[in-house]
C-alpha cells in the first residue's frame, strides 16, 4: 500500500503562486506515472496534469497549460505543482494519484492510490 499526502495549499489573490507537494511512501519511481486532479464545489473532478516518474514526459489540461508545471522529485519520493499566475476558477480541492490503471490518457485515467487532498482557494 502506498500512502500520499499532499501540502503545500492556502489562499492566495488571482495572480499569485503555490506549490504543492505530494510526499509518498515508496519509490516514486516504481509508480510509473503520477498525477494532480482537482475537484471543485459542485464539479467533477478534473486532471490537471501528469507525469510519467521514469522520464520527462508530462500531460497538462487546457486550463492550466503554460501557468501549472508538474515535476516529480524520484531521489525524494515527491510529486510537485507550481501554479502560476492563478484565477479564482483554480479555486478547488487538489489531489495527488500515482499508479494510474488502464495506460490510457493519464488525466483520465482511474489511479490505485490517492492522497486526501489540500485545498487551494484563489480570491479575485
Known amino acids: 500500500q502506498v500512502q500520499l499526502v499532499e501540502s503545500g495549499g492556502g489562499s492566495v489573490q488571482t495572480g499569485g503562486s503555490l506549490r504543492l507537494s505530494c510526499a509518498a511512501s515508496?519509490?516514486?519511481?516504481?509508480?510509473?506515472?503520477m498525477a494532480w486532479f482537482r475537484q471543485a464545489p459542485g464539479k467533477e473532478r478534473e486532471g490537471v496534469a501528469a507525469i510519467y516518474t521514469g522520464g520527462t514526459r508530462t500531460e497538462y489540461a487546457d486550463s492550466v497549460k503554460g501557468r501549472f508545471t508538474i515535476s516529480v522529485d524520484n531521489a525524494r519520493n515527491t510529486l510537485f505543482l507550481q501554479m502560476n499566475s492563478l484565477k479564482p476558477e483554480d479555486t478547488a480541492m487538489y489531489y495527488c494519484?500515482?499508479?494510474?490503471?488502464?495506460?490510457?490518457?493519464?488525466?483520465?485515467?482511474?489511479?490505485?492510490?490517492w492522497g486526501q487532498g489540500t485545498r487551494v482557494t484563489v480570491s479575485s
Open positions: 515508496s519509490s516514486t519511481y516504481r509508480l510509473y506515472s
Open positions: 494519484a500515482a499508479d494510474g490503471i488502464g495506460g490510457g490518457d493519464p488525466l483520465r485515467q482511474d489511479y490505485n492510490y
